[in-house]
């Protein structure tokens, strides 16, 4: 999943919803749009497999974070203190944690479960195809 290139559109839906005025975003080509558009100007982010960029950029100025051996890095860090997030086994950990009490969501199914629940009710969002962590960890913590 986590190599896997965005060439298509890969919606994502508010909660257990497929209905189009509930999509969140979409990604296409590693851009991720706001709702259904298509216009640059709703470019929230942009991934190249490693930095998360601010809109449509791809200046290195503009990287927001950057994904390294399964952890997010604020910015272009690589230092340890910098950890935002670190990915296992489907679920998201806060910082350099792996403890059960620090998970911020669980990836299992093309769907976002709140912390390590698994119960239908405690799904945030939905996508129509797998996403990259990194889109996951954005889209709950930074819009």
């Excluded at 969140?24 to 080509?29: A, D, F, I, M, R």
């Excluded at 059960?100 to 405690?122: A, G, H, P, W």
Aim: with cysteine; charged share 20%; hydrophobic share 30%.
């Amino acid at each position: 999943m986590l190599n896997m290139t965005m060439t298509f559109a890969q919606k994502v839906y508010r909660g257990t919803s497929s209905y189009a005025s509930d999509i969140v975003c979409h990604v296409e080509k590693g851009k991720v749009y706001r709702g259904q558009s298509r216009y640059t100007s709703d470019i929230i982010a942009r991934f190249d497999g490693t930095n998360l960029y601010r809109g449509n950029s791809t200046y290195s100025s503009d990287i927001i974070m950057t994904w390294r051996d399964g952890k997010i890095y604020r910015g272009r860090s690589s230092y340890q203190s910098d950890v935002l997030a670190t990915w296992c086994d489907g679920k998201m950990y806060s910082g350099t944690s792996s403890y059960q009490s620090d998970i911020l969501f669980t990836y299992r199914d093309n769907k976002v479960y709140r912390k390590n629940e698994s119960y239908q009710s405690s799904i945030l969002l939905n996508s129509s195809a797998p996403l990259h962590p990194i889109i996951l960890y954005i889209l709950l913590y930074n819009l």
